[in-house]
């Protein structure tokens, strides 16, 4: 039998040299273009690629004897399932290794945690770098998605943040992720640490530096972060700029004390939630549209007073940027960083 006149296994079978050693995501790129196929997704593509080739071989099958058709279309369906089972795991494979989070300074960069002065009413505090658990000192990849927390706070700070706006006429802004993609690119940890009293100053790119300033009373931790593009994530953002988007989180109950312009308030916790970007002077959920930041590096120096035991304050780092031709549609980074800090008193 000469497999070349099945089209679709000609497709397999054919690559120039070399290329089926290609990572899992590149050679199914290859290989949707070569079927005509959108890259929708990973696994949505791997299962539409696989749909059509099962579809041609049951057409090209129908002019066979039936027996003839039995066999070849039991041995040929045993081995599109398992190049398409490799493929998928490969694929998948390569997307959760490929986005990184390095540390050339460390993580976290400094000594952790740090004790401020005596206070005035003789108080002495700690602040503590931390994520997710009071015993994680490190900033740390998290994960987005459909289902995940990230998703889920996200979505409800943006529609706190949407619901605030009020544009001219007495509309609404309609900001919404639409999609979250699996970049290739690297984060950096520049920057991670804790501070009382003082605040050290510090660079970050070609963003402003931080200046060392004196805060008696105050304590925070400094946060500086920067994200290299691949080339196949500019083909993926076709041609949209680039923006941070950050979400914070926090412990503190009272919403007339949190600074974020529109906050979601969770009715089982009663943790906020908010969209880090002072959205009613921007209208846009992006960071860098107020924020100390670029299309390449993120500064952030979050502070509170030294008065509530427990307090912590987290943030969810994002890459993101708008649809091209959906207004306000959000695609955003699957990957993105998770840091923060807590408070507590000593004595």
């Known amino acids: 039998m000469n497999l070349k006149r099945f089209t679709p296994l000609a497709i397999i079978f054919r690559f120039p ?19 005509n196929i959108p890259a929708r997704g990973t696994l949505r593509s791997v299962l539409d690629a696989a749909a059509l080739i099962i579809r041609r071989i049951l057409m090209a099958l129908e002019s066979r004897p039936l027996g003839q058709s039995l066999f070849w279309g039991d041995c040929i369906m045993r081995i599109i399932i398992m190049v398409f089972s490799l493929l998928a795991c490969s694929t998948m494979g390569s997307q959760l290794r490929a986005q990184a989070l390095v540390t050339p300074y460390g993580n976290p960069t400094s000594d952790n945690p740090v004790t401020s ?25 998290v994960t987005a998605g459909p289902n995940s927390f ?74 500086g972060l920067s994200f290299a593009p691949d080339g196949n994530d500019i083909g993926d953002m076709q041609g ?8 914070g989180y926090s412990n503190h109950k009272d919403r007339g004390d949190i600074f974020a312009s529109f906050v979601f308030q969770d009715p089982m916790t009663q943790w906020l939630y908010w969209i880090d ?70 004595n």
């Open 277 to 346: 970007s002072v959205p009613v002077l921007s209208d846009s959920p992006f960071y860098d549209t107020v924020g100390w930041a670029n299309s390449t590096d993120l500064v952030d120096t979050p502070n509170w007073p030294l008065d509530t035991d427990g307090r912590w304050f987290q943030f969810l780092t994002f890459i993101a940027w708008e649809d091209n031709l959906m207004p306000r549609k959000l695609h955003v980074s699957y990957w993105g960083v998770g840091w923060g800090y807590e408070t507590d008193k000593k």
């Open 150 to 223: 990230a998703d889920w706070a996200l979505t409800n700070a943006l529609q706190a943040m949407n619901d605030g706006i009020i544009l001219p006429g007495g509309m609404h802004t309609d900001w919404e992720i639409i999609e979250y993609h699996a970049l290739r690119g690297r984060f950096t940890l520049e920057r991670f640490e804790p501070w009382a009293d003082d605040q050290p100053g510090f660079s970050q790119g070609s963003l402003r530096p931080v200046r060392k300033e004196p805060l008696p009373g105050e304590g925070g931790a400094n946060f």
């Open 240 to 247: 949209m700029p680039i923006h941070w988007l950050q979400l």
């Open 17 to 35: 040299g070399g290329q089926h050693r290609r990572p899992g995501a590149v050679w199914l790129r290859h290989f949707l273009r070569q079927l």
């Open 117 to 141: 002065s005596l206070q005035k009413d003789g108080s002495q505090w700690l602040v503590n770098l931390f994520y997710d658990s009071p015993s994680n000192f490190s900033a740390e990849l």
